[in-house]
């Protein structure tokens, strides 16, 4: 029997994959807040009842200072690898039910803009880590790129699914064949455009996410400024379409780097967790309290922590982009 399609990320997991950042050279001055940013948030993914961590350190000379920062958390493994850099949720292998098996597929650097040493190995160092088999696709997708109900929908984004800079000849029935072959999809739900700025081309997992069957939570803009807004209602409008229940999360409104560019802040790149939903914040008060009250009311069994994330988000994500669980 298949193992695919893919469990919803709330079903349990064995074990909870993060990258630990790795690289002086890639994040320079932010690297001390991104590792403290980390720290927190693998301090309470191993809370107690809650996830085995398994820490992938990218680079073997510090591979033994990020095991003595670790040393006194109980569900944590610290595991030497190499990656060119902590996005494991795009590198990594996404697992089927009951991480029986994995599967495996190309990877270009989101389209050719980051090709990094070593990120094309990642799913084979995970599988073999974790003593799971892979099963490989020669097509290039990120898991980014898709959420999972579980049931065997899938949803993702033209913008980044359908970008010439993966697989140039992908129709949507091209695509849908794709992941009914290799990760059991028997619908996919089809939206448009990723927030503005997402050097992803438009990663699903900034913009709607499942959390619970046949219920998908999306931004609402937060602010009169936010970039996004009008790309938060068409995707709102798209999913009711498709007959699915919507539950607007107020968004961190306009977040901007250092030069007064809007960047893809996003509270759906929350991580859910065994017991605990972890949610990115980006200096907003009000709205991370907005967004997190608005999840507690779907995820009334779990807790909701709010972690800063603004340095790892300095890199191009935050926390579902840098994990990938191995489900039950």
Request: net charge negative; glycine share 12%; proline share 6%.
């Amino acid at each position: 029997m298949s193992v695919f399609p893919v469990p919803a990320e709330w079903t349990p997991h064995r074990a909870m994959w993060v990258g630990w950042p790795s690289h002086a050279e890639l994040w320079e001055d932010d690297l001390p807040a991104a590792q403290d940013e980390v720290e927190a948030l693998v301090r309470a993914l191993a809370g107690p009842g809650r996830e085995q961590v398994r820490l992938m350190v990218g680079k073997a000379e510090v591979l033994e200072a990020a095991r003595a920062r670790f040393a006194d958390v109980d569900g944590v493994t610290v595991v030497g690898g190499r990656f060119g850099d902590i996005w494991l949720r795009d590198t990594g292998p996404i697992f089927g039910q009951g991480s029986a098996r994995a599967a495996a597929f190309r990877f270009n650097g989101w389209g050719g803009k980051y090709e990094l040493e070593h990120d094309d190995t990642v799913a084979t160092q995970i599988g073999e880590a974790s003593g799971t088999p892979l099963d490989r696709h020669d097509f290039i997708l990120e898991g980014g790129a898709l959420d999972h109900d579980g049931r065997g929908t899938i949803l993702t984004t033209r913008q980044c699914v359908l970008n010439p800079n993966r697989n140039p000849d992908w129709t949507e029935a091209k695509a849908e064949a794709a992941l009914s072959d290799a990760l059991g999809a028997t619908r996919v739900v089809w939206l448009g455009d990723g927030l503005l700025n997402d050097h992803t081309d438009g990663h699903v997992d900034n913009l709607a996410r499942f959390v619970g069957p046949g219920m998908v939570a999306c931004p609402v803009g937060w602010g009169e400024d936010d970039p996004n807004a009008d790309v938060y209602d068409a995707a709102a409008r798209a999913l009711t379409a498709e007959g699915l229940t919507v539950i607007r999360i107020p968004s961190p409104g306009r977040i901007e780097d250092e030069d007064g560019e809007p960047i893809p802040a996003s509270h759906m790149n929350f991580l859910i967790a065994n017991g605990a939903v972890i949610v990115p914040t980006y200096g907003d008060e009000g709205a991370a309290r907005a967004a997190c009250g608005a999840l507690a009311t779907v995820f009334s069994g779990r807790e909701i922590i709010a972690l800063p994330s603004l340095a790892i988000l300095t890199g191009g994500g935050s926390f579902h982009c840098i994990s990938q669980q191995e489900p039950e």
